[in-house]
């Protein structure tokens, strides 16, 4: 095969809608030209509608999918952040590397179905139930996530996290936490291993858990591993205020004032939530080149609060979004969430949007960011539709009733703010198609071995 050529009646290029669009990709499934303004020849795939760039789900704990919905009850006292997690680690202590496998080959089809191609494992689930490692292979719930994304057929960034303590004053970790836990030595091992593996749609990068549970002599050992090498570095960080009040208390500073201050974090360090901020750790971040990656559904699921995304912006910070918990499972949502916790919190409306920046639309100005910041968190050069990036898009369905009737410079804005279910149509992940009219070929399949897990799980099988 020499290669792929498609037609678009339209393609969102260069930020904004064009017409009559042929896209031509290398027999390896990257882009290599986008031509406007040309009728359809002979002998390409015309595209059944729309085309837009698919995006990165730049955070994910898949084991987190078998979860989504069984904790929205409140039990004695208070419901917040930490009880959710004592509740999600009585899940975490037994899961097996097969439930795992079945778990994220249904997660991974619903992010397809929410408009991602593309996600980033921050994976800390390493090792038997009883605390001890794998004995045929250390990684086996990462080859888990692995096989699942390939049978998805989705890209997946495996982000190994090191996990060594329970808190910021705490040297050892809690008992419950016993399958998590790693050094920087065990995470570069795993990044390595897992870049060689030769699977064409899986990379790796690394990730510390959190300034709670990697002290400075953990991140500093990993920063000397990691060197000059272009891996992704992820880090969950001030999702929750009790967690900014431990970092004064132990450090004295915030923590994206003290990860700034004492760690010199630059464009391949991306910051997981970093909900609560103040202006001068947004330009402290802005100034260090690292992005940001925002949670809306999983940090309204959780109520961690709301980031300052005027901030963010402004400033000029890399943005991207993560599903985090698989409360939701869709880019369109996140958009949604994202602009409305503003509205709601400012009695504002299209509080992302940027007139005078030439950008009226908050719908195109929050697509534009997500896009823009695709790349990096993945460890991928390039993302969208350029030339280099892999040809992966999404077809919209014109038909769905959200989109119906809807002038084309709106598209964009009814799909973010007004459609309900399926306007997805098509799926293409390197030039493959992955989803046909919504539906994936192995769906029945997998949806089967899911609910079987589900089962084994709430009984304790
Ligand atoms: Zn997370």
């Known amino acids: ?50 085309v837009l760039p698919s995006l990165v789900d730049a955070h994910s704990h898949a084991f987190q999918r078998a979860f989504a919905g069984l904790a929205e009850r409140r039990k004695a006292g208070e419901d917040d952040f930490w009880s959710w997690r004592d509740r999600m680690y009585g899940l975490a202590l037994k899961v097996t590397p097969a439930q795992l496998r079945a778990i994220a080959a249904q997660l991974y089809v619903e992010l397809l179905k929410g408009g991602y191609t593309q996600v980033c494992e921050f994976h800390y689930l390493q090792h038997r139930e009883d605390g001890s490692a794998y004995p045929d292979d250390e990684l086996a719930l990462s080859w888990a996530l692995a096989d699942a994304a390939d049978e998805a057929g989705l890209g997946l960034t495996m982000l ?25 030595a065990w995470v570069w091992r795993a990044a390595q291993r897992l870049n060689a593996a030769g699977r064409p749609l899986l990379n790796a990068g690394v990730a510390l858990h959190s300034l709670r549970a990697a002290h400075a002599p953990d991140i500093r050992a990993l920063q000397a591993l990691v060197g000059e090498t ?88 890399p943005l991207s979004l993560g599903s985090d918990s698989h409360v939701t499972r869709g880019w369109i949502e996140e958009l949604r969430w994202l602009e409305y916790g503003q509205r709601l919190g400012l009695r504002q409306r299209n509080v992302a949007a940027d007139p005078r920046g030439g950008q009226p639309s908050s719908a195109a100005r929050l697509f534009e960011a997500s896009l823009a910041g695709s790349a990096a968190p993945a460890g991928l050069t390039s993302w969208g539709l350029a030339p280099g990036a892999r040809a992966d898009f999404l077809v919209l369905d014109t038909r769905a009733s959200g989109l119906l009737g809807v002038p084309q410079p709106a598209l964009l804005d009814a799909l973010v703010f007004a459609s309900q279910g399926q306007a997805l149509r098509d799926v293409y992940v390197a030039g493959r198609v992955r989803l046909r009219q919504g539906r994936h070929a192995g769906e029945e399949a997998i949806a089967d071995r899911f609910a079987a897990v589900m089962a084994e799980l709430s009984t304790g099988a």
């Open 160 to 184: 190994p996290v090191l996990y060594a303590h329970a808190g910021f004053a705490q040297a050892a970790l809690r008992p419950d936490q016993r399958r998590f836990a790693t050094d920087a």
């Open 230 to 317: 272009a891996l992704p570095i992820h880090i969950h960080i001030s999702e929750q205020l009790q967690e900014v009040r431990d970092s004064l208390a132990a450090t004295g500073r915030r923590p994206m004032q003290y990860l700034c201050d004492e760690f010199a974090p630059d464009a391949r360090w991306h910051l997981v939530h970093a909900t609560h901020s103040e202006p001068a750790e947004i330009a402290a971040v802005a100034r260090a080149g690292a992005g940001v990656v925002i949670c809306p559904g999983t940090e309204a699921n959780l109520g961690d609060g709301l980031a300052d995304l005027p901030g963010w912006l402004g400033a000029g910070v």
């Open 1 to 50: 095969m020499s290669g792929q050529v498609f037609w678009a009646p339209q393609a969102w290029l260069d930020g904004r809608w064009q017409a009559e669009v042929l896209m031509q990709a290398d027999a390896r499934g990257h882009w290599t030209s986008f031509t406007v303004g040309r009728p359809a020849p002979e002998g390409v795939e015309r595209l059944a509608g729309p």
